[in-house]
């Protein structure tokens, strides 16, 4: 199981940028998709982003199409998840996962972050 790390979260206003990492401890990181999700008080996890294992491949959801990118260095076993031009409504904790294949799915991820908090002030 890969063990992932997030770091990068804060407070930053309204329009304003974040630049959040994840770091996988696994020698075969470039094997797997790796997902950005995030979950607001009250609301369910919901899809950010995804990478496919070696990059080439990238999702993004529709709130955040635009705005944010995703992006990976396999020779550092970590991903990446840029966010401009953030809003109030992206305030929640983001979450760093890892699965096997290439989806948005929350159940095709297998391994999961711990999480960091983002918070949007208007």
């Known amino acids: 199981q890969v063990q992932l790390v997030e770091s990068g979260g804060g407070l930053v206003q309204a329009g304003g940028s974040l630049r959040l990492s994840c770091a996988g401890s696994?020698?075969?990181?470039?094997?797997?998709?790796m997902g950005w999700f995030r979950q607001a008080p009250g609301k369910e996890r919901e899809f950010v982003a995804a990478?496919?294992?070696?990059?080439?491949?990238?999702l993004y959801a529709d709130s955040v199409k635009g705005r944010f990118t995703i992006s990976r260095d396999n020779s550092k076993n970590s991903v990446y998840l840029q966010m401009n031009s953030l809003k109030p409504e992206d305030t929640a904790v983001y979450y760093c996962a890892a699965g096997p294949n290439f989806s948005s799915r929350p159940g095709a991820f297998v391994s999961w972050g711990q999480g960091t908090q983002v918070t949007v002030s208007s």
């Open positions: 696994i020698r075969t990181f470039s094997s797997y998709c």
């Open positions: 990478i496919s294992g070696s990059g080439r491949n990238t």
